[in-house]
């Protein structure tokens, strides 16, 4: 029998049978896990498993390669904290659902653990929305460093400058220059400073959806096609209304 307890995030929920739930978790020490809770459908139940949910799980299966049963104790729901903020609440589904697709099962990655959990933490304490969306493109930016599909922001691809990087090539993900992607400028792709810096805020919204058009551009062109996976719909939903702020 093998057995572990660690705290987790609940990605995704579905039904399973007429009254159990197959959970998909992200968790700091295992990585990705699924497996079933026993009524999880039940009215009683179903409250407690929302996506967002920050758990204390323990995962028992008899083989490493079976989906195994879960027993949970929630924490704190913070997905429900944004429940009256479509734009908040649709981040969160937009982070759930990518990394429940993006990363392989049991690889434990606790800096991007971390970085998620703090971003949901911020959305959920009504932080200055350009504060949030920036972390949102930051941790975008993580799953493709982590992907192996990483940008390269340090220096001009063309000069090797390290001033003025306005752009990134759409074909190599590396930073360009003003004055050397100026030729081509209609089809680079805009690099926010705040991307670049991590002390930096955008300076507004246009700048937030320039991060994002940044971060969709990899991810839907190289990460999610190396994976055989469609961009997850909840994402799509997110893009959508962040277009209409």
Do not use: N
């Not at 967002?52 to 079976?66: D, F, G, M, N, S």
């Not at 434990?108 to 970085?115: D, E, G, I, S």
């Not at 949030?132 to 340090?154: I, K, P, Q």
């Amino acid at each position: 029998m093998l057995q572990f307890t660690d705290e987790a995030l609940i990605l995704t929920v579905d039904k399973f049978g007429d009254h159990d739930a197959i959970l998909h978790l992200f968790t700091p020490e295992h990585g990705l896990c699924r497996g079933v809770v026993k009524r999880g459908m039940t009215s009683k139940r179903r409250a407690d498993l929302q996506p967002a949910t920050l758990v204390e799980a323990t995962w028992k299966a008899r083989l490493p390669e079976h989906m195994g049963a879960i027993t949970l104790e929630a924490k704190h729901s913070l997905a429900a904290r944004v429940m009256q903020d479509p734009l908040r609440l649709s981040a969160v589904g937009s982070v759930m659902s990518l990394i429940a697709c993006a990363l392989a099962e049991r690889d434990a990655h606790p800096a991007l653990y971390a970085q998620t959990l703090s971003f949901l933490q911020h959305v959920a304490a009504g932080v200055e929305p350009l504060i949030w969306l920036a972390e949102y493109v930051r941790l975008e930016l993580s799953l493709l460093e982590l992907a192996g599909f990483g940008l390269d922001l340090t220096s001009c691809a063309a000069t090797g400058v390290r001033e003025e990087l306005v752009y990134v090539s759409p074909k190599t993900g590396r930073a360009v220059s003003r004055s050397a992607g100026a030729p081509y400028h209609d089809r680079m792709l805009a690099l926010p400073e705040f991307v670049r810096d991590e002390t930096e805020l955008p300076d507004g919204m246009e700048e937030v959806r320039s991060g994002v058009a940044l971060a969709s551009h990899f991810i839907e062109s190289r990460l999610l096609p190396a994976l055989h996976r469609h961009p997850p719909a909840l994402r799509g939903h997110f893009l959508q209304m962040l277009q209409r702020v």
